[in-house]
């Protein structure tokens, strides 16, 4: 199952069986228990039966952890009321146990079917995560597939002590159509892969320090990259807001101007733009001279 | 939305199975997810529940099902299906997948 296969085209319980120690995996709410959105049904859209989310508690190198892999094939990974609630209440849970949470994201945000519950479930799921954080009881996002982390979930991602990121994972806010539609083809071409993934990919998104690891596309290097930040913990405090505000403000001033993505890959220290390209992982990484 | 249940004439599933559920495909376009679960009564049928999003097709599923409850024997299962329009040739495949990961385990 490791190795050969890439762990962006796997399934969620696929990603799940391939991270955990062998064997280790217990699902909470499994799909006999069949707890299915109320409002798809009603809207005459089929349901299903872990409702696009998949949750429980594992062991990755004989430590516990309680994790959730979103079902992107399943209405785009969306969150409605029930996903939803399955994610507040496994990091309530993590906080509670003090147990580590892992999120393996695949999701453009919240569900437009069930709109207003699946905003309000992002909201608690994030002051699940900042009880956790507040408790230093890591929070990991592992963002690895091209539907990516956008929306709700890609705020919700961001809010977690660690995001460890592929090349293949996508980290957002508004998707690429939704800034085309409001900007214009001529400021952003979603159709353009090359620049949504320069702009909104895992290698731009480790050089400019919103993801902590980019690691192959593998399970055994997301699982060695999740297991690195197991032990560890990235406390909110005001001091530590107050200078990745500064960060940020830094940024916006070095590159808001800029209109091609190589000038931010440049302007972070990558110097061989087209073996840069090429690279993978952690020999990107290395190519990239981490910026400051 | 349509929604049917039938149950099928099949012999009885094996005493012994991996496990007691198992899940197999996604319910995305083109495509369904089906679960199985053994301890259904009879033991010598195999009890269906359909929901899927596109009317029209009961004798289509009705003909996949039956076919598939006499070459295995999955007597004693429940089968529910949330379909999103997969063609017969991917139910019979997810059945069997479904089957398979019961009676032998995920690998």
Redesign the interface.
């Given at each position: 199952m490791t190795g050969a296969i890439l762990f962006h085209e796997l399934t969620a319980r696929q990603r799940i069986a391939a991270l955990v120690d062998a064997g280790s995996f217990s699902e909470l709410l499994p799909p006999p228990e069949r707890i299915t959105s109320p409002y798809l049904a009603q809207l005459g859209i089929p349901v299903s039966f872990d409702d696009g989310l998949v949750i429980g508690h594992a062991r990755i190198g004989g430590k516990k952890i309680y994790l959730a892999a979103q079902v992107g094939q399943f209405v785009g990974g969306a969150v409605g009321e029930i996903h939803g609630a399955k994610l507040t209440g496994l990091f309530k849970a993590a906080a509670r146990d003090k147990v580590p949470c892992v999120l393996i994201v695949e999701s453009g945000g919240v569900r437009l079917h069930e709109g207003s519950s699946g905003e309000i479930a992002i909201a608690e799921t994030m002051r699940a995560i900042f009880e956790c954080r507040a408790l230093k009881v890591p929070t990991i996002a592992v963002i690895a597939t091209d539907i990516g982390a956008y929306g709700g979930i890609g705020i919700l991602s961001t809010c977690c002590d660690f995001r460890v990121m592929t090349e293949h994972g996508r980290l957002g806010i508004s998707g690429p159509i939704v800034i085309e539609k409001w900007m214009g083809k001529k400021a952003y071409d979603s159709a353009n892969r090359a620049l949504v993934w320069k702009t909104s990919g895992g290698k731009t998104k480790y050089l400019l320090g919103d993801a902590d690891a980019l690691v192959h596309d593998t399970a055994d290097a997301v699982r060695d990259g999740i297991s690195k930040f197991l032990g560890k913990s990235n406390a909110v405090s005001l001091a530590a807001l107050k200078a990745r505000q500064k960060d940020l403000a830094k940024r916006l001033k070095r590159f808001g101007a800029a209109t091609d993505p190589d000038t931010v890959w440049k302007g972070m220290g990558v110097r061989n733009i087209e073996a840069a390209s090429l690279a993978s992982g952690p020999d990107f990484a290395a190519l990239a001279k981490r910026g400051k | 939305?349509e929604k049917f249940t039938k149950s099928f004439p099949s012999k009885p599933l094996g005493a012994k199975t991996a496990k007691?559920?198992a899940?197999a495909g996604?319910?995305?376009s083109g495509?369904l997810?089906v679960?199985m679960?053994r301890g259904s009564k009879p033991a010598d049928a195999m009890e269906c529940h359909v929901?899927?999003?596109i009317p029209g097709y009961k004798a289509s599923w009705l003909a996949a099902l039956a076919d598939f409850a006499h070459h295995y024997p999955a007597g004693g299962t429940k089968v529910?299906i949330?379909?999103?329009g997969a063609p017969p040739v991917l139910v019979n495949l997810r059945l069997r997948q479904a089957y398979d990961h019961l009676t032998k385990g995920?690998k």
């Open positions: - | 939305m007691p559920w899940l996604v319910v995305g495509n997810e679960l679960e929901e899927t999003s529910t949330n379909d999103q995920d």
